[in-house]
């Protein structure tokens, strides 16, 4: 039989606790910059039917409600930021004739209804695309006014295009989190 005898002191214990809080703290450290370096490669983005890019933010259904609210609620953050989505459009009395909603109809939770949702949009020629025809675009998030400051994507590129089989999109998900850019 072996018997060890081991003698620790305080000061021991505490070097060896204060190593290996070292080494938790350097592996933590390197990982964060692991993925911060690597968060720079911008490799995906939000899918949909347009054609990638790192400077335009492609809107699909199962984000949209996600990144119409992140940009309602931060509109100063994504002033600048080129967006691409597909939507119908949708005007209100008090518009201005050169805007219009591009809208979704997003589902009620645990419900039938859906309610109208959509970024408010710019176009010269606005009045040349009727009322609930479908639309893609793409455009530029500026500030604009409707009862208070809200983004309003002013549009660059437009192209008719066919009502989706489901054009019902779902409501935001409480555990989404966005950066600073739409990507």
Known sequence: MFIFNVKLS????????????????????????????????????????????????????????????????????????????????????????????????????????????GFLCSLENAEDFDTYSWIKITGTIEKGYYFGDIPCVQISEIEKTTQPENCVIPPPNDNFIQTSTIY
């Open 10 to 117: 305080r000061t021991k214990i505490f070097k060896g606790i204060l190593a290996i809080m070292a080494i938790i703290c350097l592996s933590i450290a390197g990982v964060g910059i692991f993925k911060i370096w690597g968060s720079n490669q911008k490799v995906e983005t939000f899918g949909g039917d347009c054609m990638p890019s790192v400077e335009i933010a492609y809107l699909t259904d199962e984000n949209y409600t996600n990144v119409l609210k992140e940009v309602h609620e931060n509109l100063d953050t994504y002033i600048g930021q080129k967006i691409c989505y597909t939507g119908y459009v949708y005007r209100v009395p008090d518009l201005a004739e050169n805007q219009f909603i591009l809208a979704r109809d997003m589902q009620i939770k645990n419900t039938n209804q859906t309610v109208i949702v």
